[in-house]
C-alpha cells in the first residue's frame, strides 16, 4: 500500500473494505477484521497469489481467498500451482478481462 500511495494513487474509500499489506497480514488482523473474503492480484510487484496462499494458510485462514487477474490463456495452471502449496485453502481466480480502449 505504501508504494500505491507513495505514487499519489487513492485507495477507494468503501464501507466494509479493508486494504492491508502482506506483511501486515497478521492472525490478530484476521480475528480483528472478520474477512467475508480475501482478494489480491495475481500478480504485483511485491508478491503473487503462491506468496499470499502460503501466508494464509499459514496463518489457518479458512475462508475464501481469490486472486483477481486478466483473461489467462490457462487458468487452470495457476489454480492448481497455488492449491499445490496451499492445498486445504479455498482458492479461486476471479477473471476479469480488460475492456478494449474506447475511440
Same mark, same amino acid.
Given at each position: %500500500?505504501?508504494?500505491?500511495?507513495? +505514487?499519489?494513487? =487513492?485507495?477507494?474509500n468503501m464501507e466494509g473494505l479493508k486494504f492491508i499489506d502482506l506483511h501486515a497480514l497478521t492472525v490478530e488482523v484476521l480475528q480483528d477484521q472478520k474477512p *467475508?473474503?480475501?482478494?489480491?492480484?495475481?500478480?504485483?510487484?511485491?508478491?503473487?497469489?503462491?506468496? !499470499?496462499?502460503?501466508?494464509?494458510?499459514? &496463518?489457518?485462514? *479458512?475462508?475464501?481467498?481469490?486472486? !483477481?487477474?486478466?483473461?489467462?490463456?490457462?487458468?487452470?495452471?495457476?489454480?492448481?500451482?497455488?492449491?499445490?502449496?496451499?492445498?486445504?485453502? *479455498?482458492?479461486?481466480? !476471479? !477473471?476479469?478481462? %480488460? &475492456?478494449?480502449? +474506447? =475511440?
Open positions: %500500500m505504501a508504494r500505491w500511495k507513495a +505514487q499519489g494513487r =487513492n485507495l477507494p *467475508d473474503i480475501i482478494l489480491s492480484p495475481l500478480v504485483s510487484e511485491d508478491f503473487d497469489a503462491v506468496d !499470499v496462499a502460503g501466508v494464509l494458510s499459514a &496463518l489457518a485462514y *479458512d475462508g475464501p481467498y481469490r486472486a !483477481v487477474t486478466n483473461t489467462l490463456p490457462n487458468p487452470e495452471i495457476i489454480r492448481k500451482e497455488v492449491r499445490n502449496h496451499a492445498p486445504y485453502l *479455498d482458492f479461486d481466480l !476471479v !477473471v476479469l478481462p %480488460m &475492456l478494449a480502449p +474506447q =475511440n
